[in-house]
Structures are given as structure tokens and as C-alpha cells.
């Protein structure tokens, strides 16, 4: 099969999504929108807690010690941040999503496409679903499966949960969900280039090590979702690639 293929059939059931997600959530009440988002980021919690198990992964232990899976996790985390932060990737996102906004446009029941509740929305959409999709471990594995020539399996299962997790998202949060598609097309589209090029799958205990930082991130996400705290996630996503080096180094050292 085309190597990319999954990649695109991602993209495709999320603007499918997105699209009946804006038809339903205009037919429903504010109350029930905002239920819809409460729910989804109580399901973004759990498989965000799924996730993290993988600090339990018996190849990581092996590889880095019983103590060093949650030094490996937080390093990365604190580097990542760091990183991030002085790169400003959540405000580049953001700027992002207001730039295609302006491009695209934006609608709101009650509120005008060039409206600052408009904007806000558009942007809220596009950011939240952008790092949703593109966080998970099944977007890092199953692109680089794809990119290996191994199938799609794991991207076609992650398109049908985003697809779904687009029609929530859009009936609360309109059409910016539907852009967060090219934020997928672009990072799935690397990583699937990244497994092309690295031609053999990373080691068991780096793989993990994703893992479990990506399942924290989509926690951040869960609680940006829920209104509790409004953690910059984004700044945060270097610790995906600071993880499997932290490891490699430790697992050196030891």
C-alpha cells in the first residue's frame, strides 16, 4: 500500500467528522455542547492514563532501571518544556490558527466570522484538536509503521477514533477543528518520511518511553478541555523526542 495512505485517511475522517460536528451543534443548546467537550476530555483523561501504564513497561525497566522511567519521563518534560517555551510553539500554534482563520473563516451562532468570539473559538478548536490528534502514541507508531511499509492498521483505528473525537469536538467547538487535519497531514506526514528513512522500528523500551510522556501530555490536554487549568501543552511536545534520547543515554551509561 501507499506509504502515507493512513496519514491521508486520517485527515479525510476528521474533516468528515468536523463537518457533522458543525451540522449537529448547531441544532444543539450551549449546555449540551459544553457537555459533549466535558465528556470528551474525561475520555482524552483515561486514555491519557492508559498511556503513562507504559512507566510499568518491563523493556524500559530493563533498559534504564525500576527508578529511571519516571526520571526519564520528568527530564523530558523539563527539557521539552524549556524548549518549547523559548521556541514559543503553543503561540506559534495559536498564531497559526488565527492566521488561517482570517483565511478560512469562522462562524459562531450569534457572532460575525471576523468577531473576537469567533476567533476565539476557531482558535480554541483548532489548537485543542490539533494536539488531541496529533499527541496520541498511536500518531507516532502508526506513522512510522506506515512510513516502515508495515500497514496501516493502527492509523486506520486512529482514524476512526478521531473521526468521532472530531464530531464532538466540532458540535462544541466549529469548523477550527476541521483545520487541525493539516496539523496532522504535517507532523503524521513526517514522522511516516521518519520511518521511511529509519528503515527499522525504535527499540521496545524507547517506544515506551514516548508512551508514557505522550499519555502526561494528553493529560495537560484533558485538563485544558475540562476548564481547569490552561496548561500550554504544545510548548511541552519536544519531550516526545528528548524521551527515546534520555533513554539511549541512560541506558549507555548503565
Not at 236 to 249: R, W
Amino acid at each position: 500500500m501507499l506509504r502515507g495512505a493512513g496519514t491521508l485517511l486520517n485527515m479525510a475522517t476528521i474533516l468528515l467528522g468536523s463537518g457533522l460536528g458543525v451540522l449537529l451543534g448547531g441544532r444543539l443548546p450551549e449546555r449540551t455542547r459544553v457537555t459533549v467537550t466535558d465528556a470528551l476530555g474525561l475520555v482524552t483523561l483515561v486514555i491519557g492514563a492508559l498511556s503513562i501504564a507504559s512507566l510499568a513497561d518491563p523493556d524500559l525497566r530493563r533498559a534504564v532501571g525500576d527508578g529511571g522511567p519516571l526520571l526519564i519521563v520528568l527530564g523530558a518534560l523539563v527539557v521539552g518544556g524549556v524548549t518549547g517555551s523559548l521556541l514559543g510553539l503553543e503561540r506559534r500554534l495559536e498564531q497559526s490558527g488565527a492566521w488561517l482563520q482570517r483565511r478560512l473563516g469562522g462562524s459562531r451562532p450569534g457572532g460575525t466570522p471576523g468577531s473576537s468570539a469567533a476567533r476565539d473559538r476557531f482558535v480554541e478548536g483548532y489548537v485543542s484538536a490539533s494536539l488531541v490528534f496529533v499527541v496520541g502514541p498511536l500518531a507516532i507508531l502508526g506513522s512510522l509503521s506506515d512510513g516502515l511499509g508495515r500497514g496501516i492498521e493502527q492509523l486506520a483505528l486512529k482514524s476512526t477514533l478521531d473521526g468521532f473525537a472530531a464530531l464532538a469536538f466540532a458540535s462544541s467547538l466549529g469548523w477550527g477543528v476541521a483545520a487541525a487535519a493539516l496539523s496532522v497531514g504535517v507532523v503524521q506526514g513526517l514522522l511516516t518520511l521518519l520511518g521511511f528513512l529509519l528503515g527499522g522500528l525504535l527499540p521496545a523500551a524507547q517506544i515506551a518511553a514516548v508512551t508514557a510522556t505522550g499519555g502526561l501530555l494528553l493529560v495537560g490536554v484533558a485538563l485544558r478541555l475540562l476548564r481547569v487549568r490552561e496548561i500550554p501543552v504544545a510548548d511541552l511536545l519536544p519531550a516526545l523526542l528528548i524521551a527515546p534520547a534520555l533513554v539511549a543515554v541512560a541506558a549507555a551509561i548503565g
